[in-house]
T-cell receptor, first 117, second 115 residues
């Protein structure tokens, strides 16, 4: 079974600074997808960034980028120029194949990020 | 706004009762997924439906069941409720289950409190 581990329950960063959130996962699959979701106080789950395992290039979305190390099964999220609105719980998620063409998301426990003014 | 709607937003009920949570997927999305978010278990996949058919089950209790209707909306039924069932229940939808890449769009969730 796939597992996703986020070793940092809480982190804080000053506004405009850069912060990196860690995520490791365990799988025997070769083709899969990884995601970072953001959950602000509103509780809405918002997709931040995604990475296909077969792509060597790290994904980027504006101020958000990932460091994907497939051999190490590591998938960290870097937030540059942190903003107050980035304050949220961040979940790392692994998309695993259930069988046929059906997939499910397995989530880590989350990292609570606080951006301080 | 993801385009996925869930009702009700909040639900308070007593142990032993039965409740129904409703989800309407994004227009055109055929797959619906249900997730449970609780303090002790985190976010867990419960069940997936595709175009009216059950496709996959996760950590769903036997007291829980779901269905997807011809108009593609889905309902999650929770019965014989226990205190531990108190959680945030998310519905997510995706275009189809056949793609190798399947982004899931989450609804706002239903907060269930069992007293």
């Amino acid at each position: 079974a796939q597992t996703v581990t986020q070793s940092q329950p809480e982190m804080s960063v000053q506004e405009a600074e850069t912060v990196t959130l860690s995520c490791t996962y365990d799988t025997s699959e070769n083709n899969y997808y990884l995601f970072w979701y953001k959950q602000p106080p509103s509780r809405q789950m918002i997709l931040v960034i995604r990475q296909e395992a077969y792509k060597q290039q790290n994904a980027t979305e504006n101020r958000f980028s990932v460091n994907f190390q497939k051999a190490a099964k590591s998938f960290s999220l870097k937030i540059s120029d942190s903003q107050l609105g980035d304050t949220a719980m961040y979940f790392c998620a692994f998309m695993s194949r259930l069988g046929g063409s059906n997939y499910k998301l397995t989530f880590g426990k989350g990292t609570l990020l606080t951006v301080n003014p | 706004d993801s385009g996925v709607t869930q009702t009700p937003k909040h639900l308070i009920t007593a142990t032993g009762q039965r409740v129904t949570l409703r989800c309407s997927p994004r227009s055109g999305d055929l797959s619906v997924y249900w997730y449970q978010q609780s303090l002790d278990q985190g976010l867990q996949f419960l069940i997936q439906y595709y175009n009216g058919e059950e496709r996959a089950k996760g950590n769903i209790l036997e007291r829980f069941s779901a269905q997807q209707f011809p108009d593609l909306h889905s309902e999650l039924n929770l019965s014989s409720l226990e205190l531990g069932d108190s959680a945030l229940y998310f519905c997510a939808s995706s275009p189809h289950s056949g793609s190798s890449y399947n982004e899931q769009f989450f609804g706002p969730g239903t907060r269930l409190t069992v007293l």
